[in-house]
């Protein structure tokens, strides 16, 4: 298994402002995926992270807003941009599995919110 | 796109009553994963069902996965307070997961 340490836990942010949320992995991994979890809500997958190229977002999402970093195989870094209280939402990395993907794991989450 | 859908979204239930939860998945896929939240958690994994038939039981929860339907259950057996919490499935698509809506279960003493 891995274990995954993410932070910050919470956080509260005036609009307008930026967050930078960090992902630390107890082991290496090809591939971290950021997700994000609006209140009451399920989870949606924001981008997946490989290290070493860009980030690959899902529809809905862009690299100008959520700006993603992964320059080693155990770390990634995703950023809240221009921050509005719709971003309220929980934020949360995750890993695959080794091997063929058999688990997912999946850090404490950040919640964010914006005011 | 594929699509995930659970129901029910909303699940009350008695202590020691039984309940099924399911989950319809609308592509193919071979690999599915039940995750448990509890109020302002993180996710637990629960199960990861990986064929077509696989069943996996741990206590009071029992999971199986009918590749050929695209559906996958999660049994509740003589439920307890414990297992409060929202319960999410999960569809492995290649190197990403595509999650249900979630079910929220509040068992009642």
């Known amino acids: 298994s891995a274990v995954i340490s993410q932070k910050p836990s919470r956080d509260i942010c005036q609009r307008g402002t930026s967050l930078t949320i960090q992902c630390q992995v107890d082991?290496?991994?090809?591939?971290m995926f950021w997700y994000r979890q609006q209140p009451g809500q399920s989870l949606t997958l924001i981008a997946t992270a490989n290290q070493g190229s860009e980030a690959t977002y899902e529809s809905g999402f862009v690299i100008d807003k959520f700006p993603i970093s992964r320059p080693n195989l155990t770390f990634s870094t995703l950023t809240v941009s221009n921050m509005s209280p719709e971003d309220s939402s929980i934020y949360l990395c995750?890993?695959?599995?080794?091997?063929?993907?058999?688990?997912?794991?999946f850090g404490q989450g950040t919640r964010l919110t914006v005011v | 796109e594929l699509k995930v859908e659970q129901n029910p979204l909303f699940l009350s239930m008695q202590e020691g009553k039984n309940y099924t939860i399911y989950c319809n998945y609308s592509?193919?896929?071979?690999?599915l994963y039940w995750y448990r939240q509890d109020p302002g958690k993180s996710l637990e994994s629960l199960f990861v069902l990986l064929s077509n038939g696989a069943v996996k039981q741990e206590g009071r929860l029992m999971a199986s996965l009918d590749t050929k339907a695209r559906l996958s259950t999660l049994h509740i057996t003589a439920a307890v307070h414990d297992l409060s919490a929202t319960y999410f499935c999960a569809v492995d698509q290649g190197n990403m997961l595509t999650f249900g809506g979630g079910t929220r279960l509040m068992v009642k003493p």
């Open positions: 995750s890993v695959e599995g080794g091997g063929p993907r058999t688990e997912a794991f």
């Open positions: 082991s290496q991994v090809t591939m």
């Open positions: 592509t193919t896929s071979d690999r």
